[in-house]
C-alpha cells in the first residue's frame, strides 16, 4: 500500500474527496480542513493499492496540486487493517507489477547526480577491482561489483528515453562518463603508487588469470549477461525489490573492466587496456537496451489503466 498526503487549495477539497472515493483500491480516507498553512489548504489523506497509485497521482497533478498544493508519496510497510486488505484485493493486477513513473523519475534523477560520493564510490570500487584483477582474486572483484554504484545513471538513461526527458537523459550520461573517467584516473594513479610499493607488478598483470582473465576478453555472453542483469536491475527499481539490486551488481562486469583498462594502462599494456574497455561498452550497452525495452514493455502493459472508468465509492 502507498499513503498519499495531498495539500489541497481549499476551494477544490471537494473534487479531490470524490476522486478518492470514487477510485477503486482507496482506503482510509482522511480530510483536515484548514490544517495547512504554507501552502494553505485543506490537507487529505489517504491509503491506496500501489497498482493504481500511478494513474491517481497523474490524476491528481492534472488538477494542478503539485503546483498549488503539495504531493507526498510514501510506501507503508506494514499495516493492519480489514478496509486495506479489502482494497488491494479489489485493485486490478498486482502490485509487484505496478509502476510508479513519477517515484521513478525522481530516485534515477537523485540517483544519476555527479556528486563528490558518486565519483568516490566508483573510485572506490574501481581500486577494489583492480587488486582483485592484479591478484587474480574473485572475491575482490565480486566485492567491487556490489559497491559500485554505476546502475543509478544507467537506469536513469533507460527513464529518461522512455519518459522522453532529455535533462534526465543528460545528467545520466555526463554521470557514467564523467565518472568512469575520473574513476579511471584514479585507479592508474593507484596503480602507479601500488607499483612503486611493489605490491603490484606487470608479471601479475601479464601472467595466468584463470579468475579474470575474461575481464579483457569480451564476448557475447558478456552482452547476454549485461541484457539479463539490465532486466532484472530495472524490475528491482519499478517493483520495489530494490534488494535485488545487489545480485545485479554482480552479475556485470563494468567496474573490473574500467579498473582492469587502468592496471593495463599503467603499464602500458594497450591490449588489455583494449580488450578492458571493449568489455565495458558492451556491458553498457546491453543493460541500457535492455533497460530500455524493460520500460517499454511495463508502460505498454499498464497504459489502458489510467482510462478505466472510476469505481463507484464502496459503502
Given amino acids: 500500500m502507498l499513503h498519499l498526503r495531498v495539500i489541497v487549495p481549499a476551494d477544490r477539497t471537494e473534487d479531490v474527496v470524490r476522486l478518492v472515493e470514487g477510485t477503486v483500491g ?109 591478484l587474480d582474486n574473485a572475491i575482490l572483484i565480486v566485492g567491487a561489483m556490489a559497491v559500485g554504484p554505476e546502475f543509478g545513471p544507467l537506469a536513469g538513461f533507460c527513464t529518461a528515453l522512455v519518459r522522453r526527458a532529455p535533462r534526465l537523459a543528460w545528467r ?32 601479475q598483470l601479464g601472467g595466468e588469470r584463470p579468475n579474470t582473465g575474461f575481464i579483457y576478453a569480451p564476448d557475447w555472453f558478456s552482452f547476454v549477461v549485461a541484457v539479463l542483469a539490465g532486466v532484472a536491475g530495472t524490475l528491482s527499481l519499478t517493483s520495489s525489490k530494490s534488494g535485488a539490486l545487489v545480485g545485479v551488481a554482480i552479475s556485470v562486469t563494468t567496474v573490473p573492466a574500467a579498473a582492469n583498462a587502468a592496471v593495463a594502462l599503467s603499464y602500458g599494456e594497450f591490449g588489455q587496456t583494449r580488450g578492458s574497455t571493449e568489455q565495458l561498452l558492451l556491458n553498457l550497452l546491453g543493460i541500457i537496451v535492455a533497460g530500455t525495452l524493460t520500460l517499454l514493455v511495463q508502460k505498454a502493459l499498464w497504459a489502458g489503466r489510467r482510462r478505466r472508468p472510476a469505481h463507484p465509492p464502496r459503502r
Fill in 172 to 203: 545520466s550520461l555526463a554521470a557514467l562518463l564523467a565518472g568512469f573517467a575520473a574513476a579511471m584516473v584514479f585507479t592508474v594513479l593507484f596503480s602507479l603508487l601500488m607499483d612503486a610499493a611493489g605490491l603490484f607488478s606487470m608479471e
Fill in 26 to 134: 482507496c482506503t482510509h480516507l482522511a480530510v483536515l480542513p484548514g490544517a495547512a498553512r504554507n501552502p494553505a489548504g485543506d490537507l487529505v489523506m489517504f491509503d491506496v493499492a500501489r497498482e493504481v497509485g500511478d494513474g491517481l497521482i497523474a490524476e491528481l497533478r492534472a488538477r494542478g496540486l503539485d503546483e498549488d498544493g503539495a504531493i507526498a508519496v510514501e510506501n507503508v510497510d506494514l499495516l493492519l487493517s480489514k478496509r486495506a486488505d479489502e482494497a488491494e484485493r479489489e485493485a486490478p493486477g498486482e502490485a509487484a507489477d505496478a509502476v510508479l513513473w513519477e517515484q521513478l523519475t525522481d530516485a534515477t534523477n537523485e540517483e544519476s547526480t555527479l556528486s563528490v560520493t558518486y565519483i568516490a564510490f566508483l573510485s572506490l570500487a574501481t581500486m577494489i577491482a583492480a587488486c582483485g584483477v592484479v
